[in-house]
């Protein structure tokens, strides 16, 4: 339990502090699923990207913003 928790607590860290990679290792992965065989189509794809990166540029957004 305490190795989830680490992990829940590295990728949360991660998100708010790195969300320029997290995205772009989310896309990348995505690419990579679908090139072998995720089966998904290109629209679906697609829309996964789009919300990916408008979840993440917000996030990204709030930290490159000068408070």
Same mark, same amino acid.
């Given at each position: 339990?305490?190795?989830?928790?680490?992990?829940?607590?590295?990728?949360?860290?991660?998100? +708010?502090? %790195?969300?320029?990679? $997290?995205?772009?290792? $989310?896309?990348?992965?995505?690419?990579?699923?679908? &090139?072998?065989?995720?089966?998904? +189509?290109? %629209?679906? +794809?697609?829309?996964?990207?789009?919300? &990916?990166?408008?979840?993440? &540029?917000?996030?990204?957004?709030?930290? $490159?913003?000068? +408070?």
């Amino acid at each position: 339990m305490n190795a989830l928790k680490a992990l829940a607590l590295a990728i949360y860290d991660r998100l +708010t502090n %790195e969300p320029v990679l $997290v995205l772009g290792v $989310v896309q990348a992965g995505l690419a990579l699923a679908v &090139s072998f065989g995720l089966g998904w +189509t290109g %629209e679906q +794809t697609g829309a996964v990207v789009a919300a &990916s990166a408008a979840v993440l &540029s917000l996030i990204a957004r709030s930290r $490159v913003t000068p +408070t």
